[in-house]
């Protein structure tokens, strides 16, 4: 049974950081892509970044590139999303995913394994 754990969200102010966690449990990763989501209320969920598990190979939407850094550490199986100057229009419930590397990062249907989610609050 494959787990992904999010954790590190919170309530930042606009220009300060957050760094969420992802662990995982259950396979290990090698072949896989796991990635960062997030949903904002209302809205749907949509990509933000991604790396390759074996590679290190990483993915970054427009939106945050240059302000978010994703990374893994592979003793601990985990995964990290270190998230600086960040903007009202960051907020939202950030999902940690896996799936097969050879399907596209960016898309939701690529991934078969899902975290329940950390919130992420940025206040103005």
């Not at 796991?34 to 209302?42: H, K, L, Y």
């Not at 994703?70 to 100057?85: G, H």
């Not at 896996?98 to 939701?108: H, S, T, W």
């Amino acid at each position: 049974q494959v787990q992904l754990v999010e954790s590190g969200g919170g309530l930042v102010q606009a220009g300060g950081s957050l760094r969420l966690s992802c662990a995982a449990s259950g396979r290990p990763f090698n072949s896989y892509v796991v990635g960062w989501f997030r949903q904002a209320p209302g809205k749907e969920r949509e990509f933000v970044a991604a790396i390759a598990w074996t590679s290190g190979g990483t993915y970054y939407a427009d939106s945050v590139k240059g302000r978010f850094t994703i990374s893994r550490e592979n003793a601990k199986n985990t995964m990290y999303l270190q998230m600086n100057s960040l903007e009202p229009e960051d907020a939202g419930v950030y999902f940690c995913a896996a799936g097969p590397v050879y399907k596209i990062y960016n898309r939701e249907r690529s991934y078969d394994y899902w975290g329940r989610g950390t919130q992420v609050t940025v206040s103005s």
